[in-house]
């Protein structure tokens, strides 16, 4: 199975502070179609995930755009340009590329 | 819109079988896939399995043997079963469309005697 290491785990961050998190995969997630199926979930305390990002860089509607995805191949990045109080949570990497699907561990966001 | 909603029994006994429902709307199940993920309470997330619009199924390698997902498009449902219930399957269980896209409340089972 592909395994989604995400980087760093916990995350501390001020209102407006713009954050990175890495995703990495043990196998390329380039398809044979052509598509990379890597997407970004955030799930708040209480709440079932939501879609943020996908096909590694397609803003899911209704998602403002603080939130960017990049990479290719085996390195993903999330990119949020100035956290916001509601961007508090867990964010997750999942990859559709390989069957059986998989996510990555999680990363949590916290105020600082 | 597209909703999910999960139901079932929230207590199951050790060693029994778990049966859960998720009802849809907005979308045809002949056209989309549904996903069964998990999350043990404080735990990540993971992808049990999941059937396709043509009615075909792909499910983690690690629970197919106890594991059954089906559907009745009439009602807009499909169908968890998963036998041999331990207390590590103690979990919230979510109902997602494909690419994750969409997703239920979630319902929580816990497996005690």
């Known amino acids: 199975d592909v395994v989604l290491t995400q980087t760093p785990p916990t995350l501390s961050a001020t209102i407006g502070q713009s954050v990175s998190i890495s995703c990495r995969s043990s196998q390329s997630l380039l398809h044979s179609n052509g598509n990379t199926y890597l997407n970004w979930l955030l799930q708040r305390p209480g709440q079932p995930p939501q879609l943020l990002i996908y096909?590694?860089?397609r803003l899911e509607s209704g998602v403002p755009n603080r939130f960017s995805g990049s990479g290719s191949g085996t390195d993903f990045t999330l990119k949020i340009s100035g956290v916001e109080a509601e961007d508090l949570g867990v964010y997750y990497c999942v990859q559709s590329t390989h069957a059986p699907r998989t996510f990555g561990g999680g990363t949590k966001l916290e105020l600082k | 819109q597209v909703q999910l909603k999960e139901s079932g029994p929230g207590l199951v006994q050790p060693s029994q079988t778990l049966s859960l429902t998720c009802t849809v709307s907005?979308?045809?199940?002949?056209?989309?896939?549904v996903h069964w993920v998990r999350q043990p309470p404080g735990k990540g997330l993971e992808w049990m399995g999941g059937i396709w619009g043509d009615g075909s199924t792909d499910y983690n390698s690690a629970l197919k043997s106890r594991l059954s997902i089906s559907r009745d498009t009439s009602k807009s449902q499909v169908f968890l079963k998963m036998n041999s219930l331990q207390t590590d399957d103690t979990a919230i269980y979510f109902c997602t469309t494909t690419a994750f896209a969409y997703w239920g409340q979630g319902t929580l089972v816990t497996v005690s005697s």
């Open positions: 907005g979308f045809s199940l002949t056209s989309n896939s």
């Open positions: 096909l590694v860089s």
